[in-house]
């Protein structure tokens, strides 16, 4: 839940007209939750084709399929790993922003308190110096108006550049990888088997044509559910706002 202000700041605000900067901290952690599910969907649509990897060795033996089993394990070590652990890295660092907002928020909050209760008094005191006190008001008003500026320019930097730039962009240009099939392109390459269905079988001692052409459309659906979860987590980054 977004932090919230305490009722005498509420009212100090909406009194000198000032408003708070809308920035949700909360919306930073939904963003975090989208990367971490993202990776769990991708890691778990992995190890099932690992498995369809597996399988092929009942259907294939030969020289294709040990070429596959060696470039599997290569890219699972390699590209998977590290798309799975950049959504955590972002994921962590996400979390670590929107706790930065929350203490952002509350130094201000404080200095807000402290300004609220120091202008109730001096309206207290105007009535009975005949309004010598007002010229202090003025002054604490100036100094909330600042506060807020600066709290918001400092929110919005902090946004764009630690959470936008640092994080964000990066794992998009990541998450590119999986809509383009990411390993599993290869892993049909190395079986043979074209989009249509056509090519080489290699030069295996043992395959069952048919079971092949199965593990190989499985392989495609496989592909197909990295990119449709890479879209999915494509559209709520860019359809972001943090307010």
Not at 19 to 32: C, Q, S
Not at 71 to 91: F, G, K, R
Not at 186 to 202: F, H, K, W
């Amino acid at each position: 839940m977004a932090i919230e202000l305490p009722g005498e700041v509420v009212s100090f605000l909406q009194f000198i007209g000032v408003n708070w900067p809308n920035v949700n901290e909360d919306k930073v952690r939904e963003m975090a939750s989208h990367v971490r599910d993202f990776a769990t969907k991708v890691d778990s649509t992995h190890q099932a084709s690992t498995t369809t990897v597996q399988q092929l060795g009942a259907s294939y033996q030969g020289a294709s399929y040990e070429a596959l089993i060696a470039t599997w394990a290569h890219l699972s070590s390699s590209h998977m790993a590290d798309l799975v652990d950049a959504c955590h890295t972002v994921a962590t660092a996400l979390d670590a922003a929107a706790d930065v907002i929350v203490g952002m928020k509350g130094q201000a909050i404080a200095e807000l308190v402290a300004l609220a209760a120091s202008f109730v008094a001096d309206q207290a005191a105007a009535l009975v110096t005949f309004g010598l006190a007002e010229a202090a008001e003025v002054l604490i008003v100036e100094a909330a108006e600042k506060l807020m500026d600066f709290l918001e320019q400092q929110l919005e930097q902090y946004v764009i550049g630690q959470v936008i730039e640092a994080a964000i962009q990066p794992l998009i240009e990541v998450v590119a990888k999986a809509v383009d099939g990411l390993a599993y392109q290869g892993a049909e390459q190395i079986l043979g088997v074209s989009g249509a269905g056509g090519g080489p079988s290699g030069t295996g001692f043992l395959i069952d044509p048919q079971a092949l052409m199965d593990h190989a459309q499985t392989m495609r659906d496989h592909a197909e559910a990295v990119a449709s979860h890479a879209a999915d987590l494509q559209a709520k980054l860019t359809g972001v706002d943090f307010t």
